[in-house]
Structures are given as C-alpha cells and as structure tokens.
C-alpha cells in the first residue's frame, strides 16, 4: 500500500509569485485535506477535496485554491505569495469526506522571501 | 467553534521511564473524534492513538494509552517505556462526528533524555 506522497519537499519563492504544491493520496482513499502549519505551530485547515468538489474550507483568503483529479490527487495553488505563507504544507488522505482517519504526508516546506 | 489546548510547551523523560502529556479542549457537541499525532523531526505526521467520544473505554496501541476524560473534556496521552525514537513533538487534534476537519492544538515537544 502507498502512503502518502507530497512534491516538492522544498522550494523557495519571492513574494507576489505563484506556487503549485502537489499530493497524491493514500491508496483506496478519495480525499484529501490541506493543512497550513507555521513554524513552531499546530496545523490550521486550508481545505479538503472531496470526490474532485471542495468539502468545506478553513479561514483562507480566496488566493489559496485548489483541485483535485479523478485519480484523487491533489494540488493546493497559491497566488500573490506574501511572506507569512511562508509555512510547512500538509496534505492527508482519508476516506469518506474525511470522516475517517487522515494519514498525513511529509509535506512542503514553503520560504517566501 | 472548537479549541484544543495544549498546555506543556516542552516536556522531559527518561528513558525507560513513563511520561504524562495533557490535553483539553472546548466544544458543544456529543459526537466526536480526539486523536494524538506524532511528528518528528522528519516533519512527516504519524498518527499514535485514536479515540472515539462514545466509547467509554480509553484506546490503547501498545505503550500509548489514553486517559478520556469526556465531562472534564481532557484527553492526556501516556506513553510508558519511552525510548529515544519517541522524541518528537505530539500534537493533540479534535474531529466533529459529522466534521471534516481536524482542530489541532500547539503541541509539547517531547525530549528523551539517555
């Protein structure tokens, strides 16, 4: 069984500029939730993915979106990148909407500078 | 809205020996979920122990075990026999029964001292 993958492990990015940020869930699983975690912080919810439909969403600005594709993988897009996005983003898979266990990737170590 | 609380920034053990972190948190509804999760310096998230409010009984996986507490909401985690791979920082999360999210707390960083 695959666990749960993320891509890139780290990048770095200049404030205004855009960032794609992928992850590929969980065999057998069909969502996938997003988390923002600031350094020395517990995660925050961004959003989830359900079934390729967004599933409830956390208190983000408009300018972090996302998608999710048939094979249930997802993106997490950011755009006008600020310096306090600079965070560790997370991604877990889960079954059912996410009204089971979320397994979490290794995530994406974000720096806007 | 929910809160989970967290109230031990940074905890010691020995190894071998038993360690105690704490957990509280707020919420209205009857029908929920309270999860530990562990993340070490990988960063990646592994979960430890859940436990599901209607349940009476505290969840156990081998040296993790829980202490629930429903009407004082508190849900500490102990961890018996602590060995060195077990320092990490533990994070604390909350699940509404019909929710989709998960509520996380600050964590405590847990040390184990040789």
């Known amino acids: 069984e695959t666990g749960v993958t993320q891509s890139p492990t780290h990048l770095i990015k200049t404030r205004g500029q855009q960032v794609t940020l992928r992850c590929s869930s969980q065999?057998?699983?069909?969502?996938v939730s997003w988390y923002q975690q600031a350094l020395g912080q517990g995660p925050q919810f961004i959003f989830q993915?359900?079934?390729?439909?967004?599933?409830g969403r956390g208190n983000f600005p408009p300018r972090f979106s996302g998608l999710q594709f048939p094979n249930y993988s997802s993106e997490l897009n950011v755009n006008a990148l600020e310096l306090d996005d600079s965070a560790l983003y997370l991604c877990?898979?889960?079954?059912?909407?996410?009204?089971?266990?979320?397994?979490f990737g290794p995530g994406t170590r974000l720096l806007v500078l | 809205a929910q809160t989970v609380t967290q109230s031990q920034p940074e905890m010691s053990v020995q190894e071998a020996e038993t360690v105690t972190l704490s957990c509280t948190y707020d919420?209205?509804?009857?029908?929920?979920?309270l999860f530990w999760y562990k993340q070490p310096p990988s960063r990646q998230m592994i979960l430890v122990i859940r436990?599901?409010?209607?349940?009476?009984q505290n969840a156990t996986e081998n040296r993790f075990s829980v202490n629930f507490q429903k009407a004082a909401k508190s849900f500490s985690l102990k961890i018996s026999d602590s060995q060195l791979g077990d320092a990490a920082m533990y994070f604390c999360?909350?699940?509404?029964?019909?929710?989709?999210?998960?509520?996380f707390g600050a964590g405590t960083i847990l040390r184990v001292k040789s």
């Open positions: 999360a909350y699940r509404s029964g019909y929710g989709n999210k998960l509520v």
């Open positions: 993915y359900y079934r390729e439909e967004e599933n």
């Open positions: 919420t209205s509804e009857s029908d929920y979920y």
């Open positions: 436990q599901e409010a209607y349940k009476q």
């Open positions: 065999s057998g699983h069909n969502t």
């Open positions: 877990a898979s889960s079954k059912r909407g996410g009204r089971e266990t979320q397994y």
